[in-house]
């Protein structure tokens, strides 16, 4: 199992990331396509978090332990046994956000257009990771654990 990890030192802010993150997310997967003709404009699964001089991009750890898994109350959320992913399910989800108050880095985020959540899926199903390969700066690397 691996994780995404920010490089601040490197990162210059120009949230590429959440851009290709909501591409890769997106029913086209073309990022002219994603942003001018879908009816239901992407939702990005991580945050670039902005202190200057310091940026960094803030996605889900999928933790070894989650709390966000042990909180969630209707069973949405839970660990791969195999990948090691922190997975959602959104039919299962009723909105409480619990996870959302429990995790420690503030990684799971509120979407804004339904109750529920969004949350960093490792790009699942996908040949690349959208937000590591796009990055300009090399300022997120994928690390297995």
């Known amino acids: 199992m691996g994780r995404i990890m920010a490089k601040p030192e490197v990162c210059m802010g120009c949230h590429l990331c959440e851009v290709w993150c909501a591409v890769a997310h997106s029913k086209s997967k073309h990022i002219v396509k994603a942003f ?11 945050v ?21 898994v042990a909180a969630c109350i209707s069973g949405a959320l839970s660990k791969d046994p195999e990948s090691g992913i922190v ?12 996870c959302v108050l429990t995790c420690p880095y ?3 985020l509120i979407n804004p257009r339904q109750r ?3 949350k960093c899926d490792l790009c699942a199903g996908m040949d690349t990771l959208y ?15």
């Open 116 to 118: 529920g959540i969004i």
């Open 48 to 68: 670039v978090e902005e202190k200057l001089p310091l940026t960094f991009a803030l996605q889900c750890r999928h933790c070894a332990e989650p709390d966000c």
């Open 131 to 145: 937000c590591v390969s796009h990055c300009p700066n090399e300022a997120l690397v994928y690390v297995d654990c």
């Open 106 to 108: 503030g990684n799971i």
């Open 87 to 98: 997975v959602h399910d959104p039919n299962q989800c009723v909105g409480c956000y619990s």
């Open 36 to 46: 001018l003709y879908e009816v239901n404009k992407p939702l990005p699964r991580l």
